[in-house]
C-alpha cells in the first residue's frame, strides 16, 4: 500500500519530466501518456482495493523527514481516507478520459508538449494535494496546481487576454495562499509536531486544545477558509473562474469543470475538524456559500457566453457543498462534489455543440429555449417583471450582469491601495537619503553591542523597508530589472530581519538564501540578456514574446522566477517556512509583513515573466517603398 | 448581404468640418461582414478591397489591419526546391511585373536570398495608429478595460438565446437600454456613474461622440481616424453590429442596434475610465508631443506599395499550380474515347451533383466503379430558392446563395399515415444543456452527476458507436415527410413570402437548371439529384462544412423539391413546350451525399409511382463502393486515420470522425479548392484531380450568347470565389483574418466564437479548416470562346471586378481545339507552356494517392476508356 502511495506520487512526475525530455513528436509524447495515466490508473485502482479490503482505514505513511531541527520538522508524510480516495478516484478517472481526449483535440496544435508537461505537473500536485499527510506537503502541492493552473490559463500566449487572464488567476491564488502559509505556520504553533490530518480528529475530541487556544484555532480557521474560498471561486473572489477559460476546452473542463474547483472543499473536508470546532467559523463557511450561491446564481442569469455560464453554474454547487460542509454533511459533499465534476466536466467538452443543440434541436420542443417564444426574449422573465418596480428590475440586472460587483470590489479594497503605497515608494530615494542610513547606522552599532531593544526596533525596521522593497516592485512597470532586483532585495530583508531577532538562526536564513540568490542571479543574468537588444522603456507594455524568440533564456528565466518566489523547487520554499515559524514564534507580528511580501513578491516577478515572455513575435517590418 | 458602395469617395477625409455619419460609413466599409454563426457564408474577406487589383489590396490591407499578406519567404523557396514551383512560372510570373529584363535579372537575384522577417505585417493602423501612440504615453491597458464592459453589453443586448435573462425590452434600442440600466437603476452601471461622463448621459448619441471625441482626440482631423482605430480594435464584434445594423434579418430575434450606438458607449466608457484612471487630467491625441511615424488615415496609407519579391513568387506558385491543370486538360484526342459514352447511347443513370470540391473525387470514383453513370455538376441549390423550414427547425432559412433573396417559403410535413410522435418533454438524454444553476441543478448534480462519468467514458473511448443525438444531429430528414411544394393560392404570409411555387416557376426553375448544365435530351431512365451536407458533432462551425450555394446549409431540400418538381406531370408538360422533352419513363430521384461519413441517403422512394428499381439499385451499389473509395482517398490527409488498403477501414474512420465528440477536424472541407471548371464533363472526366476543383457542367454549344455561363458565373464568382478567398486569406493571416486555432472557442449568444469568456468575436475560418490549404487564387477554366465570355462578363455588372481585379483567375479553353487563353483587363492572353510539360499519367485514382500526404498535381487516369 505504502509503495502504491508513493507510485501515485512519482508516476505522474516521471512523465512530466519523460514528455520534458522527449523530442516532442506527437506518438512519443502520446506513447508516454497513455503509459503513465494506466500506470497510474493501476496503481490507484490497486491501492483503493486494497484499501477497502483492510476495512477502510485511516492509513498514514511516513516516508522520510526532509529537515528536522529543534522542534521544527518536515516529514514527507501521505495519508489515505475516505476523502482522499474519492478526490483520487475522480483524479484519475477525468484525467484519463481528458488525456485521451486531448490525445486527438490537440492533434498538430502548436504546443502540444506544452501541453502534456502542464496537465501532468498539475496531476502530480493534485495527488500530492489528495494524499498529503499534513498541511506542509499540502501547501507545496497547492503552489504546483496554482502554477500549472497559470500556466494553462496563459496557454495561447500570443493574445493579451489569456496572458492577463492567468495573471489574474495567479493572483487571487497567491493572495489566498497566505491562508495556507500562516495556516501552515500557525498549526505548527498550535499542535506542534501533532499536525498531522490523522491525528486532527483525536486532537479535537480533548476539549483542552481548545480552550487553550482559542483565539490561535480561530485565527487559523480563517486562514484556512481564506485558502479555500480562493481556490474554489467562492465570495468574494468567484470573478476569476470565468475569466480562466482560455485554455484548450479540455483543459478548461479539467481544471475549472472538475479538479481545481473542488480543491478549496478538499481542504476544508480535511481540515474539518479545526474550523468546525467552533460555531462562528462554520457560520462563516455557511454565509460564504450562501452569498455565493445567490451572486453566483444571479451572475450565470446574464452570462451571454456558454463557458461563463458553465463557470457559474459549478460555482453555485461548490456554494452548496461550502453550506453543506458547515451543517457537517461530509458523505453528502463527496457526493455533490463526484457529481458535479463529472457533468460539468462534460458539459464543458461539449459545450461547442451548443449551437447546434438550440438551432436544430430545441426549436421543435418546448424546451428551455425557445425563439419563438418573444416572450422569453426580452427584458427579465414575466415573474421577475410583473412584480418588481421597474427601478429594481434594472438593479438586479445590473447586478447580475456585473457579477456582483466582486470584481472591483477585490480591486478596490486589495489591489489598489497596494498599488498607489508601490508608486510612492523610491527604494533609491531612501537609500540615498543621509539621515535614514544615518540612523540605521547608529542603531546598528547598538545592536551589536548587544542591546537586545536595538535589535528588536532594527528588525521592525528592516522589515518594514522589506515590505516597502515589494510594494515598489509590485508597482514598478518601466523595468523588469529593477523589479527583480528590488524583489530580490526584499527577501535580503526578509533575512536580515530574522537574523536580528534571533541570530541563532542563521542556519535557516542560509537555506532560505540558498534557494533565493541563485534564482536571483540566475535571473538577473537572463534579463540583461534578453533585454540588451531591447529598447524597454520606449514600449514598456509590449508582450515581448521571448517564449519563442529566445526559449532557452525564457525557461531560465520561468525556473529562476519560481526560485526566487519560493516555489517548492529549491530549499527556499522551506526556508520560507523556517523563517515564518521562528521569527513569528518570537515575534507573531512579523508573520504580517512577511505574508505581504511573498503575495507581492509572487505577483511582481509573475508579472515580469509574463511581459517578457508571453505574447506574439511581430517584427515589424517596413515594406520596401522602393519596389 | 451588404448594400454599401464599393468605391471610395474622399470627400470625408478632407478637413472642412467633421460628419459624423458620412464619417462612420466611410469607416465601417472596412469592417468584417461576417454574420451571425448560424448560416456560415463564404466571402472575400477583403470585400471592402474588391475595386483594387488583388496584390493592391492585399498590401492595402496589410497597412490597415496589421495582418501578413503572404506566406513566409521560406515557404515559396521550399516549394521551389521541390519542384512544386517551377522555372517557366517563375518566368512567366517576373514578365508579369512589366519590369524591363535587367529589372528581372535583378529581382531574380533577390528571390533567393534568405529572409525571414519581410513576410510580418507592416507598420498599421490597427496596431501603431493614434490611439495605440495615445495609451502607451497615458501608461493605460485601456482595451483591457473597456472591451470586457463593451462586449458583456453587446453579447447580453444582442444574445439569441444563450443567457436567461435578456437585456433589451421589446423594441428597444442599445443605447436606450443602456442608459436605462444607467440612469434608472440603484447600482450604477459602471463606468457610467463616473462624475466625468454621468453629466452627458442625457445628450444624444450624436452629440456625446462629438464631446467625447473633443476631449480625447481634440482635433477634427483625427476623429475619423479615431473611430476607426476604436472599431478595429474588436474588429469582430464592431463588424458584427454593422451586419446587424444594415440586415436585422440576420438576427433571429430582432434586435436595433448601430454602429454610432456602439461608438457613443464605447467612448464615454473610455472618457469615464481615462478620466478616472488620470484625475489630473491628461493630454488629447492632438496634444501629444509628437506624432510622427505614427500612420495616419490618408491618401497615403490607402496607396498601395507591393512588395514584387512576394508578388513574383505568389503568382509563380498560383502559374505553377494552375500549369498542373491547364497542361493535363490541353489534349482532345485522349479524351474522344470518353466522348463516345456520352454522347452515343443513353447512360444507365445521371446523377447531378453540387459544384463543390468535395463532390470532385465523389464523380470521378464512381464514374470509375460504374462508367454507365453520368454526372453533371451545378450550385447546390439546383437553381430553386426558397425558405425552408423543415420539421424540426426553429425557424425558416434561405435555402439559395447569399446574392439571392427568396420570395418562396417551403415547409415541411409529415405525412398524414403518421402519427405525430414528438414529445413535449426534452429528451432526457439533453438535459446537461440546460445549465440550470441552482436548487434544480443542486439536485441533478447529487443524483445524476456521477452517470456522467460513464457518459464521459463512453464518448471519448467508443465514438464509433452512434452518439446519441448523431441522427438528430445529422440533416437527414426524417423518410416520412413531404414538402409543400406546390402553392394553392397567391396570398403571401405575414413575412411576405409565397408558400410554395406555381406550375410554371417550377418549370421555369427546372428547365433553367437543364439548360444550365445542358442535359435536355438523352435522359436516361434515372436521374440523381445528389445534395450534400456534412455532419459533425461539437462543432460550433458547423454550417461553414454544409453546402455553400445554399448558403451553408445542407442541400436536401433541393434536391428533394427539384426531384419532386420535375417529376410533376404538369411540370413536365410545360418543358415539353419549351423543348425540353422528359420521357415518361424518366424518374428523378433525391439523395444527399453526406461529405464528412461519406454517407448516402435516398429521399421520397416511396412517392415514385413506378420507381426505376432496377438502375436505383445499381445506382446504390455502384455508389457504396464509390462512397469506400471515396473514404479512403480523404483518409491520407487524416495523420491519425488507417492508411491501409481497406476501403472499410478508412470508411469506418470518416464515420467515427464525425462522431467523436473530441474531433477538432470533421473533415477538411474545402481546404484543397483551387481549380473551377466550367464545361462539359468530357473535358475532366479523364482527369484525377485531388478534390481540388469545383466542377459545373456547360455545354458550349447551346450558348452562343453567353446568357446561360452569364447565370452560371454570377452564382461561381460569389460562392466558388467566396470559398477560395476566405480560405486563402484565413491561411495567409490567422489571427487577424481567420479565427485562430478552435480549441479554446466559446460560443457567444449563437452570435459566434471568442477566445474566452470575454474575447472579441473570431471570424474568418479556423486553424483547423485552413491548415493544409495552399494558398492560391482560384483559377476558372471555362470551356467557351474568349468573345462569348466577354459577352457574359458584360452583362455581370459589379461582378465582373473578380475577374478583372484577378481576385479568380479566368481562362477560356475552345472546345474543339483546347486552345487556352488567360484573361485580363488588357484582354485574352494565349497560354503556352514549355513543350516538354507533361501531366503525369495513371491507370486509376487507386494507384496515385497512397502514401502521399501533401496536395497532389493533376494526373491523367489511362484506365478511363472502358
Not at chain 1, 530580490?488 to 531577532?501: D, K, Q, R, T
Not at chain 2, 485574352?828 to 516538354?836: G, Q, S, T, V
Not at chain 2, 485514382?845 to 497532389?856: A, Q
Request: net charge negative.
Amino acid at each position: 500500500m505504502n509503495q502504491l502511495l508513493l507510485a501515485c506520487q512519482i508516476l505522474p512526475l516521471t512523465a512530466l519530466l519523460s514528455i520534458m525530455l522527449s523530442d516532442g513528436s506527437e506518438k512519443k509524447i502520446t506513447r508516454i501518456s497513455y503509459w503513465f495515466s494506466h500506470a497510474m490508473g493501476i496503481s490507484i485502482f490497486a491501492l483503493l482495493a486494497l484499501w477497502a479490503l483492510s476495512g477502510f482505514p485511516r492509513h498514514e505513511y511516513h516516508w522520510f523527514t526532509l529537515y528536522e531541527q529543534d522542534g521544527f520538522s518536515f516529514p514527507i508524510l501521505f495519508y489515505l481516507d475516505k476523502v482522499s480516495a474519492a478526490y483520487l478516484f475522480c483524479v484519475w478517472t477525468i484525467f484519463a478520459v481528458i488525456i485521451k481526449y486531448c490525445r486527438v483535440y490537440l492533434h498538430r496544435e502548436t504546443g502540444y508538449k506544452r501541453f502534456f508537461q502542464t496537465i501532468f505537473g498539475f496531476v502530480f500536485g493534485l495527488n500530492l494535494i489528495v494524499l498529503s499527510g499534513d498541511i506542509d506537503l499540502l501547501f507545496a502541492g497547492w503552489e504546483i496546481v496554482g502554477i500549472s493552473s497559470f500556466l494553462l490559463i496563459a496557454f495561447y500566449r500570443h493574445r493579451p487576454q489569456p496572458v492577463r487572464n492567468a495573471l489574474r488567476a495567479y493572483t487571487i491564488y497567491r493572495f489566498c495562499d497566505v491562508g495556507l502559509l500562516l495556516g501552515a505556520w500557525m498549526s505548527h504553533l498550535l499542535f506542534h509536531d501533532s499536525s498531522h490530518f490523522s491525528t486532527l480528529h483525536a486532537l479535537f475530541e480533548n476539549q483542552a486544545i481548545l480552550q487553550d487556544n482559542y483565539s490561535g484555532i480561530f485565527m487559523l480557521s480563517w486562514l484556512i477558509i481564506l485558502a479555500a474560498s480562493g481556490k474554489s471561486a467562492q465570495f468574494p473572489f468567484s470573478f476569476w473562474l470565468p475569466r480562466a477559460m482560455e485554455g484548450p476546452t479540455p483543459s478548461s473542463a479539467i481544471f475549472y469543470g472538475a479538479l481545481s474547483i473542488h480543491l478549496g472543499v478538499f481542504l476544508l473536508l480535511r481540515t474539518q475538524p479545526i474550523w468546525s470546532s467552533e460555531f462562528l467559523p462554520r457560520l462563516v463557511v455557511f454565509g460564504i456559500g450562501l452569498l455565493t450561491v445567490i451572486v453566483a446564481s444571479l451572475s450565470e442569469k446574464t452570462q451571454s457566453n456558454i463557458k461563463g455560464q458553465l463557470a457559474y453554474a459549478s460555482i453555485v454547487q461548490v456554494g452548496f457543498m461550502f453550506m453543506e460542509l458547515s451543517m457537517g454533511l461530509e458523505s453528502l459533499v463527496l457526493l455533490h462534489f463526484m457529481g458535479n465534476a463529472f457533468l460539468r466536466c462534460y458539459q464543458l467538452l461539449v459545450s461547442p455543440s451548443i449551437v447546434t443543440h438550440l438551432l436544430r434541436l430545441e426549436g421543435a420542443v418546448d424546451g428551455d429555449f425557445t425563439i419563438v417564444n418573444a416572450e422569453r426574449m426580452h427584458f427579465l422573465p414575466s415573474t421577475i417583471r410583473d412584480t418588481l418596480p421597474e427601478v429594481l428590475q434594472n438593479t438586479l440586472y445590473v447586478f447580475a450582469l456585473q457579477e456582483g460587483n466582486l470584481e472591483r470590489l477585490v480591486k478596490t479594497l486589495l489591489w489598489d491601495p497596494l498599488k498607489r503605497l508601490g508608486a510612492k515608494v523610491k527604494v533609491q530615494g531612501y537609500i540615498q537619503n543621509p539621515w535614514l542610513l544615518g540612523g540605521i547606522a547608529v542603531l546598528l552599532l547598538f545592536a551589536l553591542s548587544g542591546f537586545d531593544f536595538a535589535k528588536g526596533v532594527l528588525a521592525f525596521l528592516v522589515s518594514v523597508a522589506m515590505v516597502l522593497a515589494s510594494l515598489s516592485a509590485f508597482a514598478q512597470k518601466h523595468s523588469p530589472v529593477k523589479v527583480w532586483n528590488t524583489v530580490a532585495l526584499s527577501s535580503f530583508l526578509a533575512g536580515i530581519a530574522v537574523w536580528l531577532m534571533s541570530s541563532a538562526y542563521w542556519t535557516d536564513i542560509m537555506l532560505f538564501l540558498s534557494g533565493i540568490i541563485p534564482a536571483w542571479l540566475l535571473g538577473w543574468w537572463v534579463l540583461e540578456k534578453m533585454l540588451e537588444h531591447e529598447n524597454f522603456v520606449a514600449s514598456p507594455f509590449v508582450f515581448r514574446a521571448m517564449a519563442e524568440t529566445r526559449p532557452r533564456l525564457a525557461l531560465l528565466l520561468f525556473l529562476s522566477f519560481l526560485g526566487l518566489v519560493g516555489f517548492p523547487i529549491t530549499p527556499a520554499f522551506l526556508g520560507e517556512d523556517l523563517l515564518l515559524t521562528h521569527a513569528s514564534d518570537q515575534h507573531p507580528w512579523f508573520a504580517l509583513p512577511i505574508t505581504i511580501t511573498f503575495v507581492m513578491n509572487g505577483v511582481a516577478a509573475a508579472r515580469v515573466f509574463l511581459r517578457l515572455c508571453m505574447g506574439r513575435p511581430t517584427e515589424i517590418s517596413y515594406v520596401d517603398e522602393s519596389k | 448581404m451588404t448594400s454599401h458602395t464599393s468605391r471610395y469617395d474622399h470627400s470625408t477625409t478632407q478637413s472642412s468640418g467633421f460628419n459624423l455619419d458620412a464619417s462612420i460609413d466611410y469607416v465601417a466599409r472596412w469592417l468584417p461582414i461576417q454574420g451571425p454563426i448560424k448560416d456560415f457564408v463564404h466571402h472575400n474577406i477583403l470585400h471592402a478591397f474588391q475595386h483594387l487589383r488583388f496584390h493592391e489590396a492585399l498590401s492595402v490591407a496589410g497597412k490597415l489591419f496589421g495582418a501578413r499578406s503572404y506566406l513566409p519567404m521560406d515557404d515559396y523557396q521550399m516549394l521551389y526546391r521541390q519542384g512544386r514551383i517551377k522555372d517557366f512560372a517563375l518566368d512567366w510570373a517576373l514578365n508579369q511585373t512589366g519590369c524591363n529584363a535587367e529589372q528581372q535579372q535583378a529581382l531574380r537575384a533577390i528571390l533567393f536570398l534568405q529572409d525571414k522577417h519581410s513576410h510580418y505585417p507592416p507598420i498599421s493602423l490597427a496596431n501603431h495608429g493614434l490611439r495605440n501612440a495615445w495609451l502607451t504615453h497615458l501608461e493605460i491597458d485601456l482595451n483591457a478595460m473597456v472591451h470586457p464592459i463593451i462586449f458583456r453589453l453587446l453579447s447580453s443586448f444582442l444574445d439569441q438565446g444563450i443567457s436567461r435573462w435578456i437585456l433589451p425590452k421589446n423594441g428597444e434600442r442599445f443605447w436606450d437600454s443602456v442608459l436605462r440600466l444607467a440612469q434608472n437603476s440603484l447600482l450604477p452601471l459602471y463606468p457610467f456613474n463616473e462624475p466625468a461622463v454621468a453629466g452627458l448621459l442625457n445628450d444624444s448619441p450624436d452629440e456625446i461622440i462629438s464631446s467625447c471625441l473633443q476631449k480625447i482626440v481634440g482635433a477634427e482631423t483625427h476623429y475619423q481616424q479615431y473611430l476607426l482605430e476604436i472599431l478595429l480594435a474588436h474588429p469582430g464584434w464592431s463588424g458584427m453590429v454593422r451586419v446587424i445594423e444594415q440586415n436585422p434579418q440576420s438576427l433571429l430575434v430582432k434586435r436595433l442596434i448601430s454602429i454610432k450606438e456602439l461608438l457613443a458607449v464605447e467612448l464615454l466608457c473610455e472618457l469615464a475610465i481615462v478620466s478616472k484612471r488620470k484625475p489630473g487630467g491628461f493630454p488629447a491625441i492632438a496634444e501629444l508631443p509628437s506624432l510622427q511615424g505614427i500612420p495616419l488615415l490618408n491618401e497615403k496609407l490607402l496607396q498601395p506599395n507591393v512588395p514584387l519579391k512576394f508578388r513574383v513568387w505568389h503568382d509563380a506558385m498560383e502559374w505553377s499550380l494552375y500549369s498542373e491543370l491547364l497542361v493535363a486538360m490541353k489534349n482532345p484526342s485522349q479524351d474522344e474515347g470518353e466522348r463516345q459514352t456520352g454522347v452515343g447511347q443513353s447512360p444507365i443513370a445521371q446523377a447531378l451533383f453540387c459544384i463543390d470540391d468535395r463532390e470532385c473525387s465523389i464523380r470521378r470514383n464512381l464514374e470509375e466503379v460504374n462508367p454507365g453513370i453520368e454526372t453533371f455538376g451545378a450550385a447546390g441549390f439546383f437553381g430553386i430558392d426558397f425558405f425552408y423550414k423543415g420539421l424540426d427547425d426553429a425557424y425558416p432559412v434561405a435555402q439559395c446563395p447569399v446574392v439571392i433573396t427568396p420570395k418562396h417559403l417551403v415547409l415541411e410535413s409529415l405525412d398524414e399515415s403518421q402519427e405525430e410522435k414528438k414529445s413535449g418533454m426534452l429528451e432526457f438524454s439533453k438535459m446537461h444543456y440546460t445549465a440550470h444553476s441552482m436548487f434544480r441543478g443542486w439536485l441533478y448534480t447529487q443524483t445524476l452527476g456521477l452517470g456522467y462519468a460513464f457518459r464521459m467514458a463512453w464518448d471519448v473511448f467508443r465514438p464509433t458507436a452512434k452518439l446519441p443525438g448523431v441522427r438528430t444531429l445529422s440533416e437527414v430528414s426524417d423518410a416520412h415527410t413531404h414538402l409543400h411544394l406546390l402553392r394553392e393560392n397567391d396570398e403571401p404570409n405575414a413575412d411576405g413570402h409565397l408558400l410554395g411555387f406555381s406550375l410554371s416557376e417550377m418549370a421555369d426553375r427546372i428547365g433553367g437548371l437543364l439548360r444550365n448544365i445542358g442535359l435536355t435530351e438523352n435522359f436516361s431512365p434515372l436521374v440523381m439529384v445528389v445534395a450534400h451536407g456534412s455532419s459533425s458533432v461539437n462543432n460550433p462551425h458547423f454550417a461553414a462544412y454544409d453546402c455553400g450555394a445554399c448558403s451553408g446549409k445542407p442541400g436536401a431540400p433541393n434536391a428533394r423539391a427539384f426531384a419532386w418538381m420535375a417529376n410533376h406531370d404538369g411540370v413536365r408538360a410545360i418543358l415539353r413546350e419549351r423543348g425540353i422533352d422528359i420521357p415518361a419513363a424518366t424518374r428523378f430521384v433525391s439523395a444527399m451525399h453526406n461529405t464528412s461519413r461519406d454517407e448516402m441517403s435516398y429521399f421520397d422512394e416511396h412517392e415514385l409511382l413506378e420507381p426505376p428499381v432496377r438502375e436505383l439499385q445499381v445506382f446504390k451499389q455502384s455508389m457504396e463502393i464509390a462512397l469506400e473509395r471515396n473514404a479512403r482517398e480523404r483518409c491520407r490527409w487524416f495523420e491519425l486515420a488507417p492508411q491501409s488498403e481497406s476501403g472499410k477501414d478508412a470508411h469506418q474512420h470518416v464515420k467515427s470522425r464525425s462522431s467523436s465528440i473530441f474531433e477538432p477536424r470533421p473533415e477538411y472541407d474545402h481546404s484543397n479548392n483551387l481549380y473551377c471548371v466550367v464545361g462539359r464533363r468530357a473535358i475532366t472526366r479523364s482527369l484525377f484531380m485531388d478534390r481540388r476543383s469545383f466542377l459545373h457542367s456547360y455545354d458550349a454549344a447551346t450558348d452562343p450568347g453567353g446568357e446561360i455561363l452569364a447565370k452560371i458565373m454570377s452564382a461561381i464568382f460569389p460562392v466558388c470565389g467566396g470559398i477560395n478567398l476566405q480560405y486563402m486569406f484565413s491561411r495567409l493571416d490567422n489571427s487577424v483574418y481567420g479565427s485562430g486555432t478552435k480549441l479554446p472557442h466559446n460560443v457567444i449568444g449563437l452570435l459566434g466564437v471568442a477566445n474566452g469568456v470575454e474575447g472579441d468575436l473570431r471570424t474568418g475560418l479556423t486553424q483547423q479548416m485552413i491548415e493544409v490549404h495552399e494558398p492560391a487564387r482560384l483559377l476558372i477554366v471555362i470551356e467557351q470562346a474568349p468573345e462569348i465570355i466577354d459577352m457574359t462578363l458584360s452583362r455581370l455588372g459589379e461582378l465582373r471586378d473578380w475577374a478583372e481585379n484577378e481576385w479568380v483567375r479566368m481562362v477560356a479553353c475552345l472546345p474543339d481545339s483546347r486552345e487556352m487563353f488567360l484573361y485580363s483587363v488588357k484582354g485574352w492572353e494565349k497560354i503556352e507552356f514549355p513543350a516538354d510539360l507533361q501531366a503525369p499519367a495513371a491507370e486509376q485514382s487507386e494507384n496515385i494517392f497512397p502514401g502521399r500526404d501533401k496536395t497532389i498535381p493533376v494526373h491523367r487516369l489511362s484506365g478511363r476508356h472502358q
